[in-house]
């Protein structure tokens, strides 16, 4: 092993891999504070508590601390303040992982793979545990799991520390990581190393190295185990076809060969589910499971290795057992998906939606200066998963940006009033304020004495807002100013596939009825230009419907399936796209054009 000391971090650089350079913050620490580069140090010591805090030098890191100059002292302790607010909280609130020291059964298997931060889906860590217990009875040792583990966190370490040539770097998304290297293998187009990323596979050829595109996973077409040539012996090999390409590729990976083959089969999966049903989603979970493949052959090294790893291939399964064909009207009209059940154990039910345009706060003059923005400038969608809990995702990128908790109620209404501030009705009667600028919910009113169940907002001749809340023992009440005017009142119930159209004048009967085909309850309902949009569930199964109607002749325009369970919520983003939520089997959010 080769330590370097030149730029600005120490390495270490394997002799095996010339082409990967893994930088381990321990020895970059010290490097870093022997040359006096006291920021780079401690933020290397950081890495190092992050990845393992045993080895963490705390001494070390407390003399440095004393010897900062009081500038540099002061930038740390900015850093700190903006990573504390970013995070929400500090590092020692964070629990220590331990590993388990008995064997396990599947419940105590899922709550160590969760609280070991590995997984925290239900569904993948079953497979895990059958991939784990195959031949053996439904336990899983102490010693086999702290194997896994040691290789799931080593691959882990290394696909964050990989840096590739300039010349190789340039070739693909700066988002890109290589996740799984081969070893060095003859190929059909020269010899080097197959390396895997979320996006693609490439030769990393040897000697100079340089970089010979594969494929992508969306361009294969075939992907199958084969056997090449080599003097008087066949040598296992991997075979892909890929569109557009005459010859196709082959790889002699010999041993490798078969994990080789699930794993890309298993990428090649994901991104196809990814593309028809417009979820990035499924292709980030289609790398979880060819790395759990990975550490699980590392950790059995048996003859049922590779059977037990094909346990985990969930998105190759169902490609193979259930056509993965989505109706061409809801492809058309289908734009994204979203998950926010990701970091949770299981998905929950999307109960509440709201998007709030933001203004336009972007610093012309001076394009150099960045400015923070609050949530009131920025354009959100806000929703509401499980009792109390709101999640705030940036409209520009899908990312989620904060995270609050009003009352320990299931929530049912949303409502943006005067751009700064998010009304919340909620199961316990209350209806929570949240302030835009300080994300927090501060003021509640509790006029009400049953669930909240709708909220209003619209303006009179004057300009006034009028705010209206409803709830379940039947009062509506206005906040500020006088009543709703309005020529029509479209309602749906959740035991009924029809949509009620009242005349504001006459409540005493629905004046029209729109019956909905295969509708067995509608959940929410909203009006966007001159359609309303109904959510609902099918009666002749249970995936989630979405009917579009046309405001003056009230006929059905179209008939949207892209959920796996019932639509429970809906909300229109400034009338260009519609956003629709459902139930726990489903819990996406799926964005409509």
Not at 550 to 570: I, P, S
């Amino acid at each position: 092993m080769l330590v370097s000391t030149d730029g600005r971090e120490g390495f270490i650089e394997s002799l095996k891999s010339p082409q990967k350079v893994v930088k381990v913050p321990l020895p970059a620490g010290f490097v870093n504070t022997v040359s006096n580069r006291r920021l780079d140090a401690l933020e290397d010591f950081q890495s190092l508590y992050k990845t393992d805090s045993d080895i963490f030098p705390s001494q070390m890191v407390k003399s440095v601390v004393d010897s900062l100059p009081e500038a540099e002292r002061l930038q740390r302790d900015q850093e700190r303040e903006r990573a504390l607010n970013g995070n929400g909280q500090e590092h020692d609130s964070i629990k220590r992982f331990q590993l388990p020291k008995k064997y396990m059964h599947l419940e105590e298997f899922v709550k160590c793979v969760q609280e070991s931060g590995i997984v925290k889906d239900q569904g993948t860590i079953h497979r895990l545990f059958d991939a784990l217990t195959v031949g053996h009875q439904k336990q899983v040792g102490p010693e086999l799991f702290r194997v896994f583990y040691t290789i799931w966190k080593e691959t882990e370490a290394e696909a964050q520390e990989v840096c590739l040539p300039a010349s190789v770097s340039e070739h693909i998304e700066p988002s890109e990581c290589v996740f799984k290297l081969s070893s060095s293998v003859k190929t059909s187009r020269g010899v080097g190393k197959i390396a895997m990323t979320q996006r693609r596979l490439f030769l990393l050829t040897e000697g100079r190295p340089g970089y010979v595109e594969v494929a992508q996973y969306r361009e294969l077409e075939e992907v199958k185990v084969s056997s090449a040539p080599f003097l008087l012996l066949r040598i296992p090999s991997l075979k892909l076809r890929v569109q557009g390409r005459k010859e196709t590729f082959e790889a002699n990976l010999k041993t490798e060969t078969e994990l080789w083959n699930l794993m890309v089969k298993e990428m090649w999966a994901g991104r196809n589910m990814a593309d028809q049903h417009k979820d990035p989603q499924y292709m980030q979970q289609a790398l979880t499971n060819a790395l759990l493949m990975d550490a699980v052959v590392g950790s059995l090294q048996s003859s049922k290795a590779i059977y037990a790893a094909s346990k985990l291939a969930h998105f190759d399964r169902i490609k193979t057992e259930v056509p993965m064909m989505v109706p061409k009207t809801t492809a058309e009209t289908l734009k994204h998906k979203i998950n926010p059940s990701l970091e949770l154990a299981a998905p929950q039910a999307v109960d509440v939606l709201l998007y709030t345009p933001g203004t336009n706060c972007n610093n012309e003059t001076n394009p150099t200066i960045i400015l923070i923005r609050p949530i009131s400038a920025m354009t959100v969608l806000w929703v509401s998963v499980s009792v109390g809990k709101v999640m705030v995702f940036d409209a520009s990128s899908w990312s989620l940006t904060h995270t609050c908790h009003v009352g320990n109620a299931r929530l049912n209404c949303m409502l943006g009033v005067d751009k700064d501030q998010v009304w919340v009705g909620s199961d316990d009667s209350v209806i929570y304020i949240i302030s835009m600028v300080a994300m927090v919910c501060n003021r509640q009113l509790t006029d009400h004495r049953a669930e909240v169940t709708g909220l209003a907002l619209d303006r009179d001749k004057q300009s006034q807002k009028v705010a209206y809340s409803c709830s379940a023992e039947g009062s509506v009440m206005v906040w500020d100013v006088s009543t709703l005017q309005k020529e029509e009142l479209w309602s749906v119930c959740m035991d009924s596939g029809e949509v009620c159209i009242w005349h504001i004048k006459d409540t005493t009967k629905p004046y029209h009825r729109v019956a909905l085909q295969d509708c067995a309850g509608c959940y929410c309902i909203i009006k966007v230009k001159n359609q309303v949009w109904v959510g609902g569930v099918g009666r002749s199964s249970t995936k989630g419907k979405i009917y579009i109607l046309e405001t003056e002749r009230h006929q059905v325009m179209k008939e949207l399936h892209g959920h796996n369970d019932k639509v429970t919520a809906l909300c229109s983003a400034e009338d260009r796209y519609v956003l629709s939520g459902a139930g726990k089997i489903d819990g996406k959010i799926a964005i409509w054009k």
